[in-house]
């Protein structure tokens, strides 16, 4: 039998992987020392197979097993997509993917059952080592997350899981979990069929260690996944069948245009393979994973996947610099920005004062933060005394009252430099003196708020994106003056909440909505020109993007794209020149977008958009005439956008191409599947790059005239990632 002593010889030696046998039960402890989380790496699988091969020889007397992780927070976390990397062609990946499935196949076929004791992220490779389980137990923390998300990353499951999930938990509902990504808490997962128990953390091993010598004496039957098939009866009639997938194709096809591979090659592994055995199924899974793994698009996903995490993680100053903790913050301005900012808050344990001038605004911000607190609340499946304690975070006020405990506070009034001015002023008199102030501005530089501060050291802008429950970046604006804490505060704050942070220096538009800019003012002067708004917004969609640049003109709102486009264009007169006038116009004849449901679309009595609305040719004096071909429409509009994010860098706006690509991609939907702007010129060739914008000075101006750093990385061959393939 183990001892003790055993364990702590392995622990000492830094092993991911160990095992104590105490009284015929082993419990397996996952902790890998290198990294903060557990992932099934080469040297996890290396240490994974060693205990597999004690467990088949049956030392110790071993009657039942319980793989349990040491990481709070985590159990496996997936694949190390570090490894990725080292794919230099499908045979490797697929390599890679026949030695997961050996692995857990090897863990399915022990004689012995084997309980996943699972408190944190089972996602990927890990929910995939769970379900080569016997039984799966799961803690009712928040944190205990199930999925298998690969599409996201251009790939799909390799370890097994396109075989096993359809045949444990049917069809439908694994197609779900794998073409969305989405991820389940522990009771979800338990109503889907996935976890048989769902526990406390105070209890976990213990109840896992009793189940398992339950399951041993044969005292208690585990959840059984057919072999081939579906569990569900109907979804294995040839009618059912055929409809699921084609519905599923259907859906696929609606939201991605067929620009990612994953997703359909999903779909076709676990159709030629539903009805075969386990070991067939994962044959094709193998082929599958090793050929999408080396595409342009996985390499891509891959890339956004790494830049997003290294942004959450480096605030970019030294390890001296400390950041404030975050607990309590205020929100003045109680409109649609600012309770979103409170509900985003609130919901990550963060306690909020809302504050505007009249009660009923007041009332009105509380209400919008709480139904967006509810309804996640409701989609979490969170206890009703949960639900109480999460809304009651957020506190409504018209005094100022309370600031004095904020460590944050964020202004989020209108975009009136005069109003910010007197706001900032009103806090600081009612703010305690370490307080962070942060502006959610999207327009105004932030010296020029600074210079109302008594305090311009603790100014900084903290800008969110609409809505704000939905969209992950927040772009964190330092102007001269910022003191090197007050970002570190308002990064950690950001991170908190679950966004994903980027900070970039103070400048017309910030880096999002300057490079957003020109994209914009290109459309609407294609407009002008005579091409049809759905013809735009088609074109943009194909190459990408989630909605076309006219729809996004409705959903910013056109008085807002007006303010912004003046705003712009008269900081880059030299080369944008005068606005089209086609917004102008727009606004002029009361057309405003959704908000008032008349904009260049038109809306239903229910808000949707219906088709193009033909009386908008008239207004803007130009009925469309002409018939421009999509890749001409796709070139001018995605290169004045990937030019001015170069610029961006080359003016020291950001702070390296990794973060332009965060924002491009998180910020206003560049596509994913291309890796953001600057990889975009990697991939393509910046010499490519540079020889279509000169093609397009030629034929319409100073407005392409290419970035001095374009050049530069032209001449001489280099990437801004030497990753980039």
Known sequence: MATILEEERQTAQGAPVRMEIRDGLAVVTLNDPARPVNVISEGMLREMGEILERLENGEGGVRAAVIVSAKKGTWIAGADIEEFKNFAAPADAEAASRAGQEMLDRLEQLRIPVVAAIDGAALGGGLETALACTYRIATDSPKTKLGLPEVQLGIIPGAGGTARLPRLIGLRAALDLMLTGKQLDARRAMKAGIVDEVVPQTVLLEVASRQAMALAAKKLQPRAARRSGSPERLENLLPMRKLIFSKARQGVMEKTHGLYPAPLRLLKVIEAGLDKDVRAAQEMEARAFGELAVTPEARSLVHVFFTSTEAKNDVGLGDDVKPKSVDQIAVVGAGFMGAGIAAASAENGIRVRLKDVKPEAAAKGLRTARESLIKRAKRKKMRRFEVTKLVDRVQPTTEYSGFHASDVVVEA???????????????????????????????????????????????????????????????????????????????????????????????????????????????????????????????????????????????????????????????????????????????ADGRLGRKNSKGFYTFGEDGKKQGPDEAVYALIGNPPKKETPRAELQERLGLIMVNEAVRTLEEGVLRSARDGDVGAVFGIGFPPFRGGPFWYVDVTGAQTVLDRLRALEQRFGARYRPAKLLEEMARDGRKFFPDAA
């Open 413 to 587: 009034v209108f975009e009136d430099l005069s109003l910010k001015h007197r706001v900032i002023k009103e806090i600081e008199e009612h703010a305690g003196e370490g307080v962070v102030l942060g502006s959610n501005t999207s327009t105004i530089p932030i010296t020029k708020l600074a210079e109302a501060s008594a305090r311009p050291d603790h100014v900084i802008g903290l800008h969110f994106f609409s809505p704000v429950e939905k969209m992950p970046l927040v772009e964190i604006i330092t102007h001269e003056g910022t003191a090197d804490w007050v970002t570190a505060t308002a990064h950690a704050y950001a991170k908190k909440i679950g966004k994903t942070p980027i900070v970039v220096h103070d400048s017309p538009g910030f880096y999002v909505n300057r490079i957003l800019s020109p994209y914009m003012a290109e459309a609407a002067l294609l407009l002008q020109e005579g091409v049809r708004m759905e013809e735009l917004d088609r074109a943009m969609t194909e190459w990408g993007f989630p909605v076309g640049p006219v729809t996004l003109y409705d959903e910013v709102g056109l008085d807002v794209a007006q303010k912004a486009g003046k705003i712009m264009a008269e900081a880059f007169a030299d080369r944008m020149g005068n606005p089209p006038t086609v917004i102008d116009k727009m606004v």
